[in-house]
């Protein structure tokens, strides 16, 4: 778990996300919450609140409501706790630049998680029931690609 990645990529006196340090967040339940985000391509930011950080995927398409659909989603840079109430546009030229919009929020319960498997039941509003994220070889990120859907 690392935010060196993330404070790397932005400017804090241009853009309006916060900057980045590990702490754990103060509620027991667990922070789940995807952003919508009109990037150059846009995209869905599934971000799981995990050991002090957000870890973050970004999700191509709309996420699954309903079992039946998967979704590629690629592993991005860790986030900060905090991250997950951020709405706001991102100027031009900064990293990420675009407008993002809380698409859902809630919070999650852990059922399994290993290196290649993270299940998990999702207590959000557009999103609810377990979910499972599987790495893949899919995708042009090997490595970083796992496939999110409702199980
Ligand atoms: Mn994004």
Redo the contacts with the bound molecule.
């Keep these: 778990m690392s935010l060196t990645i993330y404070n790397k990529k932005r400017d804090f006196k241009k853009t309006s996300e916060p900057s980045g340090k590990i702490k754990k967040s103060s509620s027991k339940k667990l922070i789940y919450v995807i ?1 919508k ?1 009109a ?1 150059t391509r846009l ?3 599934l971000r799981l609140e995990m050991n002090g950080v957000l870890v ?1 995927w ?1 999700v191509p398409k709309e996420p699954p409501k309903t079992k039946g659909i998967k979704r590629l989603a690629v592993m ?1 840079e860790d986030h900060p706790i905090g991250y997950e109430k951020f709405k706001g546009t991102i100027p031009k030229g900064e990293y ?1 630049a ?1 407008k ?1 919009e809380i698409w859902d929020k809630g919070f999650y319960e852990l059922k399994i998680k290993d290196e290649k498997k993270i299940e998990f039941f999702i207590h959000g509003k557009k999103l609810h029931g377990l979910y499972v994220l599987v790495k893949t070889n899919f995708g042009n990120k090997p490595g970083k690609s796992w496939l999110f859907f409702k199980i």
Excluded: K, L, R
């Design positions: 952003q985000h990037a995209h869905y930011d973050s970004a991005t990420g675009g993002v």
